[in-house]
């Protein structure tokens, strides 16, 4: 199975300012015919259901605002928040489908500073 | 506009059964893969179980294998989940959700409780 891995584990940050997360996974998850990574990050908030943010590693989903931003390739993946707003306030996870079994990380607990 | 409804969740004892449905709605649900996703208390997401758009193919994680069984019927836009040999550590809150790329929509989840 691909194991991906967070961190940090939470983060605190001020409002206005950037906040950014990592993950990594145990192997690559970039498919070298189309060059796209299969890494997508999901934003989870207290009594609702995830969402989808980003998907193939930097591509925004349709109503996403674009202070939202991924990158990354291979096995090293970031998502960043530019400018942090009181409603960031998630979980945020990152997620392999790759190959099943699809696997996401621990999470990342964003908190305002 | 693109819904997923759950039901089927409650509480049951270990050992017991449970079928979860999922009902969808605001896309032709017989083009797409759907999944189903869950989150046990106090933990992160972890994927059960996924179904190819026509039924034909399954995939399943290996704590469910043998256990639960993903089925869809098309005709009524309806997604499946029969859990069986229920334990406590499959107390969670179980989301269906389409898949695009990945999972692009998901239900607001049916909250299944395993205990005696």
């Known amino acids: 199975d691909i194991v991906m891995t967070q961190s940090p584990d939470s983060l605190a940050v001020s409002l206005g300012e950037r906040a950014t997360f990592n993950c990594k996974s145990s192997?690559?998850?970039?498919?070298?015919?189309?060059?796209?990574?299969?890494l997508a990050w999901f934003q989870q908030k207290p009594g609702q259901p995830p969402k989808l943010l980003i998907y193939?590693?930097?591509t925004r989903e349709s109503g996403v605002p674009d202070r939202f931003s991924g990158s990354g390739s291979g096995t090293d993946f970031t998502l960043t928040i530019s400018s942090l707003q009181a409603e960031d306030v998630a979980v945020y996870y990152c997620?392999?489908?790759?190959?099943?079994?699809?696997?996401f990380g621990q999470g990342t607990k964003l908190e305002i500073k | 506009e693109v819904q997923l409804v759950e039901s089927g969740g409650g509480l049951v004892q270990p050992g017991g059964s449970l079928r979860l449905s999922c009902e969808a709605s605001?896309?032709?649900?017989?083009?797409?893969?759907m999944s189903w996703v869950r989150r046990a208390p106090g933990k992160g997401l972890e994927w059960v179980s996924e179904?190819?758009?026509?039924?034909?193919?399954?995939y399943s994680s290996d704590s469910v294998k043998g256990r639960f069984t993903i089925s869809r019927d098309n005709s009524e836009n309806t997604l499946y989940l029969q859990m069986n040999s229920l334990r406590a550590e499959d107390t969670a809150v179980y989301y269906c959700?389409?898949?695009?790329?990945?999972?692009?929509?998901w239900g607001q989840g049916t909250l299944v409780t395993v205990s005696s």
């Open positions: 959700a389409k898949v695009g790329a990945t999972f692009d929509y």
């Open positions: 605001g896309f032709t649900f017989s083009t797409y893969a």
């Open positions: 179904i190819s758009a026509s039924g034909g193919s399954t």
């Open positions: 192997q690559s998850v970039l498919y070298r015919s189309t060059n796209k990574n299969s």
């Open positions: 193939w590693a930097s």
């Open positions: 997620q392999q489908y790759y190959t099943t079994p699809y696997t």
